[in-house]
């Protein structure tokens, strides 16, 4: 595998002589999808917002495209883009003024069209940020993070809340980011999600990683150790169904 754009050795976050992220270390790759699972409180934010520059480093470091985090922080804001929980963007300001504002904002200047087209909002290029559904403010953020055509994207819970079409569509708008070879760490409650989306997870519980690898080498790990469910399997599911019947039409 290529040489790691994204190295984490160490990391610790202490709060109260607690630490809330106890020493985790790992790589992630060029063009990886790298999905970070642990219940509430599991430490996954804190480590996020540690590897976005928010959240100072009490121990360890962070290197990424070769910048020191703790070092130059400046420097990694060119680097990568973030999706956070919950977007947030001026109300009486048009889609199209959002992405040439944040263009503006690191020195590009961007066709706002062509990236509100990439996420399917062109038809509201001309609406007001206060108008948007859900789904629509989670895609206008995808496109305001990546109009510096970051190398790290990272996506913090994104699909909470949203219905079954918008939830399938922010799945397909990572892929199409992935294709670009641009690297994606994600935080997600769906396992379902982690497993569709991610090359390899790590899962956290308690600050610590307990288990890293890919979705199906650890379902395997699991299956060995003589695991098995007392509900069959089957090859749909009521989401599935759901789509089927509604379509997979977004509504916005």
Not at 23 to 31: C, D, L, P, Q
Not at 199 to 225: C, E, F, W
Request: glycine letters at 8%.
């Amino acid at each position: 595998m290529s040489k790691p754009i994204v190295k984490v050795s160490d990391l610790s976050k202490i709060y109260d002589a607690k630490p809330v992220v106890d020493g985790i270390s790992f790589e992630v790759f060029k063009g990886e999808v790298f999905g970070i699972l642990g219940p509430n409180g599991a430490g996954k934010t804190t480590t996020l917002e540690m590897m976005e520059t928010l959240r100072p480093i009490d121990k360890g470091s962070i290197i990424i495209d070769g910048i020191d985090v703790a070092k130059h922080p400046e420097k990694i804001k060119r680097v990568i883009g973030v999706q956070p929980q919950t977007a947030a963007f001026q109300d009486k300001q048009k889609l199209s003024e959002i992405i040439t504002m944040f263009g503006a904002a690191y020195g590009e200047r961007v066709n706002a069209k062509k990236f509100l087209e990439e996420v399917d909002l062109l038809s509201k290029a001309d609406s007001y940020a206060e108008q948007l559904s859900g789904g629509q403010r989670q895609r206008l953020s995808i496109a305001a993070a990546l109009v510096h055509d970051p190398k790290v994207f990272f996506m913090d819970e994104p699909t909470t809340g949203l219905d079954p079409q918008a939830r399938r569509n922010l799945w397909d708008l990572t892929r199409m980011v992935q294709k670009r070879g641009v690297s994606v760490i994600i935080t997600t409650h769906y396992m379902d999600e982690a497993e569709i989306l991610c090359d390899r997870v790590a899962i956290m519980d308690k600050g610590k990683i307990i288990a890293m690898d890919t979705p199906k080498k650890l379902i395997q790990q699991l299956l060995a150790k003589g695991f098995k469910k007392s509900q069959k399997v089957e090859q749909a599911n009521l989401e599935d169904v759901f789509i089927d019947l509604t379509g997979k039409a977004l509504r916005d």
